[in-house]
């Protein structure tokens, strides 16, 4: 069983930054694949950020220049580092990530989300 486990959320001021991690445990024989997404109150999942294994990263238009997603291969672990937060930003942030378990079928796995509010 592969689990994703978000942290980092949390109330911040406008212009404020905060920090993601997003952990991946369980039987993993290999990550291809991170994500990003975020969901606000009303609205559809989007995707804020994706890093691929090559290392090529993509950001929504919304959050370029502002948001910077990392990987530590290592510790299967990705991060989403959110500088000058708007409060349009306010969001539950979920991680997303493709992974090979031993059944050797490439599955997706997501977190239970994390809260960001971003609120004077």
């Known amino acids: 069983q592969v689990q994703l486990v978000e942290s980092g959320g949390g109330l911040v001021q406008p212009g404020g930054s905060l920090r993601l991690s997003c952990a991946a445990s369980?039987?993993?024989?290999?990550?291809?694949?991170w994500g990003w997404y975020r969901q606000a109150p009303g609205k559809e999942r989007e995707l804020v950020a994706i890093?691929?294994?090559?290392?090529?990263?993509n950001y929504a238009d919304s959050v370029k220049g502002r948001f910077t997603m990392s990987r530590d291969n290592a510790k299967n672990t990705v991060y989403l580092q959110m500088n000058s937060l708007k409060p349009e930003d306010t969001a539950v942030y979920y991680c997303?990530?493709?992974?090979?378990?031993?059944?050797?079928?490439?599955?997706?796995?997501w977190g239970q989300g994390t809260q960001v509010t971003v609120a004077s």
């Open positions: 369980g039987s993993i024989l290999s990550i291809n694949a």
């Open positions: 997303n990530s493709r992974v090979l378990p031993p059944s050797r079928i490439w599955s997706n796995y």
């Open positions: 890093v691929t294994t090559g290392g090529n990263t």
